[in-house]
């Protein structure tokens, strides 16, 4: 982090006329060291490694910055505003021939850094993942570096072009849990939102793989797996259809109906449930899925109601209430079957116990008015099932 951090203190101290190129000394083993004479005790940064600092800097990055812009604003919040306010005066007044000239000293300065651009580190983290003859913890740290580089929409977008997505999803079937659960993690971020991400994981065969993974019983693992799932599929009406092809409903009933699962797990998994189900209602036209209206599935959604995890009841009632608009959900089934009426009862009572005794209490009457919503739906549709024509 340090050198990071002295990196952009010094760009930006740089900009402002502080900063002499000469001063950076470049000692052939002691890698790079900086030091302004203005500021000798604070401007010092001492880095082992390579003589061009390339490997300091990457170094830093883990879970630090993973962007030059991330840097300098860490920097520009850590300054002392009064010198902040010293150097932009000096800056006015540098003639604009002398801003040039200090432009191209930090020009310089970069380049002779070889200051790696987010492309070049992504680069050589693959080129580590795909060198066999490294240990597994380097390549742990390659996935680590991964995972902070694709967060930009941009580098996520460039990951595939420069070979990075074959990898990871390689790393799927690695046989060390660790490494396939930050690999699940990075395809998860770099896919979230981004349908060209989506499209390129799909293609690679990146979803089955995954599917395989959320039986893991390395827990971390199958959330983390499920969390890619679900960022492949989002509004991803292709995700879709392969992830029903490859019996992703049976998976999710699964995990629903086994109250043995990680919590985590499960929320996460009802929280996909609802958010497929919300996808079916806009895209209604194409017709729905007819595991929507399994009996059995509805029961295992309903049954979370009765969770003692209020996070997961919530996103149960999220899920009922999505379900209970499609066109082929029975309302009989949910009555009937699945007792929604008694569900939705308890669920008041403990509901009114939470706020009366003002233990989250806000989050009580949220939910309490979502219960309600749900249950004017649920009626509604009743209604319409058991009017008699006339
Ligand atoms: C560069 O640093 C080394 C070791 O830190 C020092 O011995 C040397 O005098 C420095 N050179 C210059 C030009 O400052
Ligand atoms: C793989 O890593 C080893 C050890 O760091 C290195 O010597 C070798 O050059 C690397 N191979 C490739 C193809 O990068
Ligand atoms: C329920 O889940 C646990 C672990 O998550 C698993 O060991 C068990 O086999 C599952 N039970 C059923 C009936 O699938």
């Known amino acids: 982090m340090a050198s990071s951090v002295m990196l952009a203190a010094l760009m930006i101290t740089g900009v402002v006329g502080l900063i002499r190129a ?39 990055l883990d879970g630090g910055f993973s962007s030059l812009d991330g840097m300098l604003q860490w920097a520009i919040g850590h300054s002392d505003p009064t010198k902040l306010k010293e150097t932009a005066e000096n800056v006015q007044q540098l003639s604009s021939e002398n801003l040039k000239q200090r432009q191209l000293e930090i020009k310089e300065l970069m380049e002779s850094l070889k200051m790696p651009s987010d492309a070049q580190l992504m680069q050589i983290a693959i080129d580590d993942l795909k060198n066999s003859s490294l240990l ?53 971020k770099a896919s979230q939102n981004n349908p060209i ?38 509004n991803n009406v292709d995700g879709q259809e392969l992830f029903y092809a490859e019996a992703g409903d049976l998976m999710l009933q699964d995990i629903l109906s086994n109250s043995t699962n990680d919590i985590t797990l499960r929320r996460k998994c009802v929280f996909l449930v609802a958010d497929l189900a919300e996808s079916q209602l806009e895209t209604r036209n194409k017709g729905e899925q007819p595991f929507f209206s399994n009996p059995l599935f509805l029961k295992s959604v309903v049954d979370l109601t009765a969770s003692t995890d209020l996070d997961l009841q919530e996103k149960a009632l999220v899920a009922i209430k ?13 009555k009937h079957f699945c007792d929604l009426d008694g ?9 009114q116990q939470l706020i009366l005794e003002g233990d989250r209490r806000d989050y009580a009457m949220d939910m309490e008015s979502l219960r309600r919503e749900v249950k004017l739906i649920y009626h509604g549709k009743l209604e319409k099932v058991t009017q008699v024509p006339t």
């Open 22 to 60: 000469e001063r950076v000394n470049k000692s052939g083993s002691g890698g790079v060291v900086w030091s302004t004479a203005e500021e000798e005790g604070d401007l010092v940064v001492r880095k082992g490694g390579d003589a061009d600092g390339s490997t300091a800097v990457l170094e830093e």
């Open 136 to 188: 597994l913890e380097e390549h742990l740290r390659a996935l680590q570096e991964l995972l902070i580089l694709v967060e930009p929409i941009d580098n996520a977008n460039d990951l595939h072009k420069v070979g990075g997505l074959s990898v990871v999803i390689r790393a799927l079937d690695n046989p060390d849990s660790e490494m396939r659960m930050t690999s699940a993690w990075i395809i998860g």
């Open 197 to 234: 991400v989506q499209k390129q994981v799909l293609e690679l065969g990146g979803l089955p793989r995954l599917m395989k993974m959320v039986k893991s019983s390395f827990k971390q693992e199958a959330a983390k797996a499920l969390y890619a799932i679900s960022a492949l599929v989002r």
């Open 322 to 334: 999505n379900l209970l608009q499609l066109r082929t959900t029975e309302v009989q089934v949910l």
């Open 343 to 351: 569900a939705l009862e308890k669920m008041r009572e403990q509901l």
